[in-house]
């Protein structure tokens, strides 16, 4: 299926690990992004690469790193977790020249 | 089940009932909205879009309303179904910036 795809879906994990997010798209497209999603439902932009440019760096603390090995992955590597990293991480992409994003299904990360 | 989004603003209606779900943006200088919807556990979805030189677009079963001149967005949906029930978020893109911008999201909750 075309799609945007993310794994794992569901990251429990203990405060000071490091853990990574992949995710892919097969659809071609040219830029991708990752979002946070809070509990209150509120998503708001991280990071943004085109073509493995980074572009979009919204102050996420240097913890967050996003890897771009080609343009149909964008990974998102977290060092030191913390109990407020606990959120739904959601890959996006979108074409050349559009401004429709298409999202994935969303990883669900709990930091304890 | 999900604990999060309690506190989001609710819409209840009642299947067959149409549904408006309003949206106040924030830069008079976007040039580009869109509404998502997100079901439980899911990516947010694309229903439809609209650039700011058009103040309304027709989709099947959906109108979006743009009024720049108070800085609002509406989502219509006609003859509402039980599977429309969702949370419903619009975003707006700033002119020349690749990013969106989401408001805080609206629960929509159809009763059959």
């Known amino acids: 299926d075309t799609a945007v795809s993310q794994t794992p879906k569901y990251l429990v994990t203990q405060m000071g690990n490091d853990k990574s997010i992949k995710c892919e798209q097969n659809?071609?497209?040219?830029?991708m992004y990752w979002y946070k999603q809070d509990s209150k439902k509120f998503l708001k932009i991280m990071f943004s690469?085109?073509?493995?440019?980074?572009?979009i760096n919204e102050t996420v603390p240097n913890r967050f790193s996003p890897k771009s090995p080609d343009k149909a992955h964008l990974n998102l590597h977290i060092n030191s977790l913390e109990l407020g990293d606990s959120a739904v991480y959601f890959c996006?992409?979108?074409?050349?020249?559009?401004?429709?994003?298409?999202f994935g299904p969303g990883t669900r990360l709990t930091v304890l | 089940g999900e604990s999060v989004g309690l506190h989001l603003p609710t819409l209840s209606v009642q299947e067959g009932d149409n549904s408006i779900i309003n949206c106040a943006y924030s830069?008079?200088?976007?040039?580009?909205f869109i509404w998502y919807k997100q079901e439980s556990g899911k990516g947010p979805q694309f229903i439809i879009d609209?650039?700011?030189?058009?103040d309304k677009r027709q989709g099947q079963r959906v109108t979006v309303l743009l009024n720049k001149t108070v800085k609002h967005l509406s989502l219509q949906i006609a003859a509402t179904q039980p599977g429309d029930s969702a949370v419903y978020f619009c975003?707006?893109?700033?002119?020349?910036?690749?990013?969106?911008?989401f408001g805080t999201g609206t629960r929509l909750l159809v009763s059959p």
């Open positions: 996006a992409s979108s074409p050349q020249g559009l401004d429709e994003q298409f």
């Open positions: 659809l071609g497209h040219d830029t």
């Open positions: 690469y085109n073509n493995k440019e980074l572009i």
């Open positions: 830069n008079s200088a976007s040039d580009y």
């Open positions: 609209i650039r700011s030189n058009m």
């Open positions: 975003a707006e893109k700033l002119l020349g910036f690749q990013k969106l911008v």
